[in-house]
């Protein structure tokens, strides 16, 4: 992870994981991006730069080795790593299941677009949210990030 905004993006999916590579590219924001494909690389990469942690991680639900849900609980638990913004960043969406997740400490919750045009909007809206975060805690409200 280099210099300046930096994100983490976890998902199994290769596809998925180009297709945010090339919204985040065509976005007007400057931000460098890292990705793991299953959530015990995940648990990994953090546990190694936890000097240099990323601004922000968006986090898949369904991942081999450990679903993302775990990874949310194991991550809420790390003193370090309490403060991390992460956005859950999944194909389905169960009201139930993301107020689970909220009160597990996610702070955000994106249904994956299936336009590319949408792709680029929440990803840009969730990169504002954390910007404009400045260590606030996250509200009900805003957790749903749509197009």
């Known amino acids: 992870m280099g210099n300046g905004f930096e994100l983490l993006l976890a998902d199994d999916d290769q596809d998925d994981c180009l297709f945010f590579e090339e919204a985040l ?15 015990e690389a995940l648990l990994k990469l953090l546990s190694e730069n ?21 990874c949310l609980v194991e991550i809420r638990q790390c003193n370090n790593l309490k403060e ?40 840009l809206r969730a990169i504002e949210l954390v910007k404009g975060e400045h260590n606030r805690p996250p509200t009900k409200d805003l957790f749903l990030i749509q197009p």
């Open 25 to 39: 590219l065509e976005l007007s924001v400057s931000a460098g991006l890292t990705t793991v494909n299953n959530g």
């Open 50 to 70: 936890n000097r240099k942690l990323p601004n922000a991680l968006f986090l898949d639900l369904n991942m081999p080795r450990k679903n993302g849900a775990d």
């Open 84 to 123: 991390l913004p992460i956005i859950i960043y999944s194909t389905s969406y169960n009201p139930e299941i993301a107020n689970k997740l909220f009160e597990q400490g996610a702070n955000y919750y994106i249904r994956k677009p299936k336009t590319f045009s949408n792709l680029k909007k929440v990803i």
